[in-house]
């Protein structure tokens, strides 16, 4: 009897971890069920916010190329900011020199009188006809409109003829900006390394050095272009210039 028993034994004992096994299967499969179906409900209300918010792959498409624009509009507004700086100083400096010239005038005149058949202009009208920041602000106008070779040619008049001033390295900067709109890359570079020489202590040199780096990059020499972009990092860490040159970097490394 005992003999007949003990292969039924033996087949329940091996059918229970098998058992146990298909139970544990199912368990897992039921679970991961669960989550596709979970993974599906989820991607549907995705899908219905999508659609509610009107969001699509060309408006993600749009927003971003609104940051690439973003980005050059940050860039542009900085050029920009930089003259209207470098214009309230200068033209608080042209009220005192003018100022100056209007109560020299009377004394001027008291000494020599001219004549009644048309004399030649006095130095002092001949020094106001050859105002500094006048040259200098039609020559920026020319650049504003577009007039690259005007400009350049008016910022170099006003080099030949004010060599001391304090706009001369300023005249250099927009040399090299009319070269750089003009994609006159190299002749842009030059003017750039000039700027540096000359005036390596003047409020330019970071704007310089930011585009001396783009100028390098636009010529497909991006490796010296990065070094540049670090090194004005390095020199100017806190600088509006080094945080331009920190995202083009960053726009090489992703």
């Given at each position: 009897?005992?003999?007949?028993?003990?292969?039924?034994?033996?087949?329940?004992?091996?059918?229970?971890?098998?058992?146990?096994?298909?139970?544990?299967?199912?368990?897992?499969?039921?679970?991961?069920?669960?989550?596709?179906?979970?993974?599906?409900?989820?991607?549907?209300?995705?899908?219905?916010?999508?659609?509610?918010?009107?969001?699509?792959?060309?408006?993600?498409?749009?927003?971003?190329?609104?940051?690439?624009?973003?980005?050059?509009?940050?860039?542009?507004?900085?050029?920009?900011?930089?003259?209207?700086?470098?214009?309230?100083?200068?033209?608080?400096?042209?009220?005192?020199?003018?100022?100056?010239?209007?109560?020299?005038?009377?004394?001027?005149?008291?000494?020599?009188?001219?004549?009644?058949?048309?004399?030649?202009?006095?130095?002092?009208?001949?020094?106001?006809t050859q105002d500094?920041?006048?040259?200098?602000?039609?020559?920026?106008?020319?650049?504003?409109?577009?007039?690259?070779?005007?400009?350049?040619?008016?910022?170099?008049?006003?080099?030949?003829?004010?060599?001391?001033?304090?706009?001369?390295?300023?005249?250099?900067?927009?040399?090299?900006?009319?070269?750089?709109?003009?994609?006159?890359?190299?002749?842009?570079?030059?003017?750039?390394?000039?700027?540096?020489?000359?005036?390596?202590?003047?409020?330019?040199?970071?704007?310089?050095?930011?585009?001396?780096?783009?100028?390098?990059?636009?010529?497909?020499?991006?490796?010296?272009?990065?070094?540049?972009?670090?090194?004005?990092?390095?020199?100017f860490p806190l600088?509006?210039?080094?945080?331009?040159?920190?995202?083009?970097?960053?726009?090489?490394?992703?």
């Open positions: 009897m005992k003999l007949k028993l003990l292969p039924v034994l033996m087949a329940l004992l091996l059918s229970l971890p098998l058992a146990a096994v298909k139970k544990d299967t199912q368990v897992i499969l039921d679970e991961l069920q669960k989550l596709s179906d979970d993974i599906a409900r989820l991607s549907a209300q995705v899908t219905e916010l999508l659609k509610k918010s009107g969001i699509n792959d060309e408006k993600i498409s749009a927003i971003a190329r609104n940051q690439a624009d973003l980005a050059q509009s940050k860039e542009n507004f900085m050029l920009s900011m930089q003259f209207f700086k470098e214009e309230l100083t200068d033209l608080k400096n042209s009220l005192n020199k003018l100022d100056d010239r209007i109560m020299s005038m009377p004394v001027a005149a008291a000494g020599t009188q001219p004549a009644a058949t048309g004399a030649p202009a006095t130095t002092g009208e001949a020094a106001l500094p920041s006048s040259i200098y602000y039609a020559a920026y106008s020319d650049y504003i409109k577009e007039n690259f070779d005007l400009a350049i040619e008016g910022f170099r008049q006003f080099i030949r003829s004010f060599p001391e001033s304090g706009l001369a390295d300023n005249s250099l900067y927009w040399i090299a900006e009319c070269y750089y709109a003009k994609k006159k890359y190299q002749d842009a570079i030059n003017t750039f390394n000039e700027l540096l020489a000359k005036y390596n202590d003047g409020d330019k040199v970071a704007a310089a050095i930011l585009k001396k780096g783009y100028a390098l990059i636009e010529m497909g020499r991006q490796s010296e272009g990065l070094v540049i972009l670090k090194e004005l990092i390095s020199r600088s509006e210039e080094a945080s331009l040159a920190g995202q083009k970097i960053k726009e090489f490394s992703e």
